[in-house]
């Protein structure tokens, strides 16, 4: 009995005090997507607020935007985001943003700043997807995107879609992004943003009402970060020999010519639906060395080539013309990223862990050796199938006129 009447006040105390940090919904302003731009000296903020009555099933209107975005401006990030209370009625909310958009000005300006704010910030995701905008941030985040009512949502799912059935792009957060730069190399690169179309602003969700819309929110060209800051872009065939160096290719098509002329159209393709890169570094007569191995496994999803495929002869020769076309692929995109001495594949990583002592020698220098690096390119493809024809349509259909 004496237990009991010391444990009532303790439990009472318990009851009386609820839950200490509960957030209530009217209290707080959800952000799905924050923006980052330079302008003026000064760094510009922006916001995309989740409007709740605005995705409400019982309220929902096809003229009324999902989102509602403002900016605000300070010397610092954190100066600009307390500045927020000046212009909404409720507190910002940044424990749902799903992506952070970094204009281009702001990126050549450098990226630390936002990266120390996020590793400060107990309310902010090392999980948020983030995407350079050759614009500004701004007006990427507030075009409207069909089929879905967030456009911060809808660009998230945009980079998962992209990576699993294209490999173009390999989707970033800001735990990624701080391991790249505080890394061996310091160098990572983030998939850009653009408006694409007619160049128009969709910002009305009356424009969503239409079958199609002028302009349109797309994943474009890779960005180079070294150090902190942006130091160029390299296209999207560029960025996928990239993804084919860096082992980050899960699926993708590729398209091949029936002959080794490069003049010829790829009218043909094959779906890649595993593939494996291998890095092996080598140091010979003072320069490095590195043996990139592929092995992929695909499908056969066009053919507009003679040859008949129930021959294995035909078989391996198509086989060949693909893994030409990887090779090729992934010259395009080392070509690219050495004109810009920015290791975004992490070659110096392999290299230092294989060879730790000699590491300690170039590391100082690594900038410059980078693109002195030789590459032996070997691809292994494998085709699993060929579908339900030995031929193509055209050359079957001469076969049945015979």
Same mark, same amino acid.
């Given at each position: 009995m004496k237990r009991w009447r010391l444990l009532l006040p303790m439990l009472i105390c318990i009851l009386a005090t609820g839950c200490w940090?509960?957030?209530?919904?009217n209290d707080i302003a959800i952000i799905a997507a924050t923006g980052l731009d330079w302008k003026d000296g000064k760094w510009v903020v922006s916001y995309q607020v989740v409007l709740p009555q605005a995705i409400s099933t019982q309220s929902a209107s096809t003229s009324t935007a999902a989102v509602h975005v403002f900016s605000t401006k300070g010397?610092?990030?954190?100066?600009?985001v307390s500045k927020a209370s000046q212009e909404t009625s409720r507190r910002l909310y940044f424990s749902?943003?799903?992506?952070?958009?970094?204009?281009?000005?702001?990126?050549?300006?450098?990226?630390g700043p936002l990266l120390d704010t996020y590793l400060r910030n107990h309310d902010s995701r090392e999980t948020v997807n983030v995407f350079?905008?050759?614009g500004s941030a701004r007006r990427m985040m507030e075009q409207l995107i069909p089929l879905e009512k967030i456009p911060g949502a809808a660009i998230q799912r945009m980079i998962n879609n992209e990576e699993m059935n294209s490999s173009t792009f390999h989707q970033m957060t800001?735990?990624?992004?701080?391991?790249?730069?505080?890394?061996?190399?310091?160098?990572?690169?983030i998939p850009g943003l653009v408006v694409s179309g007619t160049n128009e602003s969709v910002d009305n969700a009356?424009?969503?009402?239409?079958?199609?819309?002028?302009?349109? /929110?797309?994943?474009?060209?890779? =960005?180079?970060?070294?150090?902190?800051?942006?130091? +160029?872009?390299?296209? #999207?065939?560029?960025?996928?020999?990239?993804?084919?160096?860096?082992?980050?290719?899960?699926?993708?098509?590729?398209?091949?010519?029936?002959?080794e002329d490069k003049s010829e159209q790829k009218l043909s393709s094959i779906r890649i639906t595993h593939a494996s890169t291998k890095l092996t570094p080598r140091h010979s007569s003072g320069k490095w060395l590195?043996? /990139?191995?592929?092995?992929?496994? =695909?499908?056969?999803?066009?053919?507009?080539?003679? +040859?008949?495929?129930? #021959?294995?002869?035909?078989?391996?020769?198509?086989?060949?013309?693909?893994?030409?076309e990887i090779v090729a692929i992934m010259q395009k995109g080392w070509g690219a990223v050495s004109k810009y001495k920015t290791d975004v594949i992490g070659f110096g990583s392999t290299i230092r862990n294989k060879y730790p002592k000699q590491w300690v020698e170039t590391a100082?220098?690594?900038?410059?050796?980078?693109?002195?690096?030789?590459?032996?390119?070997?691809?292994?493809?494998?085709?699993?199938?060929?579908?339900?024809?030995?031929?193509?349509?055209?050359?079957?259909?001469?076969?049945?006129?015979?």
């Open positions: 940090n509960r957030v209530e919904l010397e610092s990030i954190r100066s600009a749902h943003t799903q992506i952070v958009i970094i204009g281009q000005d702001a990126a050549r300006k450098g990226l350079l905008s050759k800001i735990h990624k992004i701080l391991l790249d730069l505080l890394g061996t190399t310091q160098a990572t690169g009356g424009q969503l009402a239409y079958t199609s819309t002028p302009s349109k /929110v797309r994943l474009f060209d890779l =960005g180079l970060i070294s150090g902190d800051k942006l130091v +160029g872009w390299i296209s #999207n065939e560029e960025s996928q020999g990239v993804m084919w160096l860096a082992n980050h290719v899960k699926k993708t098509t590729v398209p091949f010519a029936c002959s590195m043996d /990139v191995s592929v092995t992929a496994t =695909g499908t056969l999803m066009e053919y507009n080539c003679e +040859g008949d495929l129930t #021959n294995p002869k035909q078989i391996v020769k198509l086989q060949k013309r693909v893994e030409d100082a220098s690594w900038s410059e050796e980078f693109p002195n690096i030789e590459l032996k390119l070997k691809v292994k493809v494998n085709l699993n199938s060929t579908g339900m024809s030995g031929s193509g349509f055209k050359k079957a259909q001469e076969k049945d006129d015979l």
